[in-house]
């Protein structure tokens, strides 16, 4: 007990914190969205936000690959041993891996979309925001692949800050 204090103040902690209250910040942005949302648009636009924010979240977890877990592990592993150019290889393949995806994502929206507005809802009108929630997959991954190389980099507070960006711009897309 008596080395409590010191891991509760050290490093590891202190970046666990800052980590921790940005994805803490994120939710409650997140939460204050949807009641916002829920207050000001119709129940048939709110239904609409639901489907593209499900497809959205969908795709960027089938599409993540574990890539991110890489990205962190491999370039933290190789700073720690003073391997910088390992590091940046690293960082440099998992980035070109991203847009591999960022292109077969856009590839696919379009076809995917108009499949699932017409033959699984029914509902033609949905074709362009279920293909938009889909395209925006791919911005989302490269954005993920930013936040993870800042923790890799252990620049936990720029991190932390991007998070909170990308929940501020979607509260305020909102108004």
């Known amino acids: 007990?008596?080395?409590?204090?010191?891991?509760?103040?050290?490093?590891?902690?202190?970046?666990?914190?800052?980590?921790?209250?940005?994805?803490?910040?994120?939710?409650?942005?997140?939460?204050v969205f949807f009641v916002i949302a829920s207050r000001t648009i119709t129940p048939e636009q709110l239904g609409l936000v639901s489907i593209t924010l499900a497809i959205y979240s969908i795709g960027f977890d089938i599409f993540n690959l574990g890539a991110s877990q890489a990205l962190l592990r491999f370039v933290s592993l190789s700073l720690g041993k003073g391997n910088v150019y390992?590091?940046?290889?690293?960082?440099?393949?998992?980035?070109r891996l991203r847009l591999i995806e960022l292109f077969i994502i856009?590839?696919?929206?379009?076809?995917?979309?108009?499949?699932?507005?017409?033959?699984?809802?029914?509902?033609?009108?949905?074709?362009?925001?279920?293909?938009?929630?889909?395209?925006?997959?791919?911005?989302?991954?490269?954005?993920?692949?930013?936040?993870?190389?800042?923790?890799?980099?252990?620049?936990?507070?720029?991190?932390?800050?991007?998070?909170?960006?990308n929940a501020l711009i979607k509260l305020l897309a909102l108004v």
């Open 86 to 95: 390992q590091a940046h290889q690293y960082a440099r393949v998992i980035f």
């Open 106 to 165: 856009l590839a696919l929206a379009f076809p995917l979309g108009w499949i699932l507005a017409h033959n699984f809802y029914h509902q033609p009108i949905l074709a362009l925001p279920i293909t938009l929630a889909f395209a925006s997959v791919g911005g989302v991954l490269l954005g993920d692949y930013f936040v993870t190389l800042l923790q890799a980099y252990e620049k936990f507070g720029m991190a932390a800050l991007l998070t909170i960006l």
């Open 1 to 31: 007990m008596k080395y409590l204090p010191q891991i509760l103040s050290g490093r590891t902690a202190r970046h666990t914190y800052i980590t921790t209250g940005a994805n803490i910040a994120f939710g409650l942005l997140v939460i």
